[in-house]
């Protein structure tokens, strides 16, 4: 049952973040379009465009984060900002987000660090405790209204 909340859920927290944020003039849901891309959303802010991770769980803020090697390298290379959006605590009842600050310096020390691995050693993903990251405060999500799963 969770496995059909979430993905409602992940809109509403992406709406919830905007309105945070802004006045947003523009955003393209980029996973929607490319499901391998290694961002979800790429958002405009007036002249500035910044790139959006959503990691959804229904565990606490402190699960670990999984972090793929083209989202790292994604992070360290484009000029653009990076940041995740944690949503965590997922029911029916809602959920909960919290926004990273930008990832630029933790993807160029994550990468530094894997160019270490001996040779034949290849990492595709590195699991992360958001506990390590610097993430705004606690935003509160409520389901869709109309959402017939939040009613059942």
């Known amino acids: 049952m ?5 993905p409602r859920l992940i809109p509403t927290a992406f709406a919830t973040a905007l309105v945070l944020l802004g006045a947003i003039t523009e955003y393209e849901w980029t996973s ?8 979800d959303f790429r958002l405009k802010k007036a002249a500035t465009e910044s790139l959006i991770d959503v990691k959804t769980t229904s565990g606490p803020f402190e699960r670990e984060l999984h972090i793929s090697i083209p989202e790292l390298r994604v992070m360290k290379q484009d000029p653009r900002e990076y940041r995740i959006y944690r949503v965590f605590g997922v029911s029916i009842d809602g959920a909960k987000a919290r926004i990273s600050e930008p990832l630029r310096d933790f993807a160029h020390d994550v990468l530094r660090g894997l160019e270490e691995l001996p040779p034949g050693v290849y ?8 506990t390590r990251l610097v993430f705004g405060a606690e935003i509160e999500l409520e389901p869709p209204p109309g959402d ?3 009613s059942a």
């Open 32 to 39: 929607q379009i490319s499901a391998i891309a290694p961002f």
């Open 148 to 150: 017939d799963a939040a």
């Open 123 to 130: 990492a595709d993903s590195v699991s992360v405790d958001p």
């Open 2 to 6: 969770l496995q059909e909340i979430t």
